[in-house]
């Protein structure tokens, strides 16, 4: 009788799944005396929140820069960056966490994977998980996914388009962030991030255009803007591919940017 309540238990807790950002587990045990009892345990996916967090960002920005009214006060610069910045680097905590979360689900619940990807499949995941592969550092965002497509038999992204290219520079530009180093520039010399950038988006109007592109004219609502969207087309193309509901589905109306 218990261990029917317990299933139908753990039923209903999965189906108050908030858009799949969490899973909550039940077990029964018994001891040796004979006495049964539940135990519960929770984990939490973080892959949503970092999207819409870069959406939000990135509705930050444009709304900074609409109000501009020619007079940029110290406090708005800095707002103005760090919410561009935040926007890049949520985006790209999307794509890892998403990544990640789809090995970890191989392995932790295995059950919601079988049904879309198979038993099989999940099995060999789980094991490459448990043995650290994809899953250390020395391992990128874009050979995890290319490990994940590799597995499963699928067509790998085509590296010499979008949404590929454009997310191996937006990664680019995450890493040049957290580790910048200047760099001299002579007059009327484009830095290498502007020959890479400068035809994916627009420069930021807030910025004098005798600024550096980077970190500066390239750090607008056009950059945060472009960040979230291809981030976005990239998982959806990864999931299409391997045949599973794409991860944004549940909050695509909050990803306005």
């Known amino acids: 009788m218990l261990a029917r309540y317990v299933t139908f238990l753990m ?25 049964m009892s539940i135990h519960f345990s929770t984990c939490t996916y973080l892959s949503l929140q970092h999207i819409c967090s870069a959406a939000f960002f990135s509705r930050t920005a444009a ?25 890049i680097f949520s985006a790209v905590s999307f794509l890892e966490s998403t990544i990640n979360e789809f090995f970890w689900k191989s392995s932790e619940s295995p059950q919601e994977m079988e049904k879309s990807i198979g038993k099989d499949n ?17 391992y990128s965002i ?33 890493n040049s962030l957290i580790h910048f180093e200047p760099e001299w520039v002579k007059d009327e010399e484009k830095q290498k991030m502007e020959k890479m950038l400068s035809s994916r988006f627009s420069d930021s109007p807030l910025v004098e255009k005798t600024s550096l592109y980077f970190p500066h004219r390239c750090l607008g609502h056009g950059c945060s803007e472009w960040a979230v969207n291809n981030s976005i087309k990239f998982s959806d193309e990864f999931c299409k591919n391997i045949g599973i509901t794409p991860i944004c589905e549940t909050v695509r109306s909050k990803l306005k940017t």
């Open 11 to 35: 039923k209903e807790m999965r189906n108050m799944q908030d858009n799949k950002s969490r899973i909550i587990n039940a077990t029964l045990s018994m001891s040796a005396v004979g006495e």
């Open 63 to 87: 709304r900074i820069e609409k109000d501009y009214d020619n007079n940029l006060t110290d406090d708005v610069k800095i707002e103005y960056k760090a919410v561009v910045i935040s926007s």
């Open 122 to 138: 999940v099995q060999l995941l789980s094991r490459l998980w448990n043995l650290k592969i994809p899953r250390t550092a020395r």
């Open 142 to 174: 874009l050979e995890k996914y290319e490990i994940a497509l590799g597995i499963l038999g699928k067509k790998p992204f085509d590296k010499d388009r979008s949404p590929y290219q454009d997310v191996a520079l937006l990664i680019k530009i995450r």
